[in-house]
Nanobody, 121 residues
Framework: QVQLVESGGDLVQPGGSLRLSCTVS????????IGWFRQAAGKVREGISC????????WYEDAVKGRFTISRDNAKRTVYLNMDNLKPEDTAVYSC??????????????WGQGTQVTVSS
């Protein structure tokens, strides 16, 4: 069973930075594309970034492009989301997800519980 655990959420001021982590167990990590999602209060969950299993391909939603950076360390079985120039509208619960082995970004069967990011002065 694939398990994902997020960490790194916090309260940060506008313009600040955070780094989220998603650690995966229960499968061959490098065979999994990993996506980051967020869900603000009263809104549907939206995909914001994804990285292929080998790290060669990344995707960003327009609202975070240029401010967020996704990366992975396969030795640590962890995917990171570096978030810079945070805005109040980035406030949400952030979670990571993955599909079955060798499925590309866009296919998700497993999810973490999420970590809260709050951007406020």
């Amino acid at each position: 069973q694939v398990q994902l655990v997020e960490s790194g959420g916090d309260l940060v001021q506008p313009g600040g930075s955070l780094r989220l982590s998603c650690t995966v167990s229960g499968s061959t990590f490098e065979n999994h594309a990993i996506g980051w999602f967020r869900q603000a209060a009263g809104k549907v969950r939206e995909g914001i970034s994804c990285i292929s299993g080998d790290g060669a391909h990344t995707w960003y939603e327009d609202a975070v492009k240029g401010r967020f950076t996704i990366s992975r360390d396969n030795a640590k079985r962890t995917v990171y989301l570096n978030m810079d120039n945070l805005k109040p509208e980035d406030t949400a619960v952030y979670s990571c997800g993955t599909g079955k082995e060798r499925q590309p970004c866009g296919w998700y069967d497993y999810w973490g519980q999420g970590t809260q990011v709050t951007v406020s002065s």
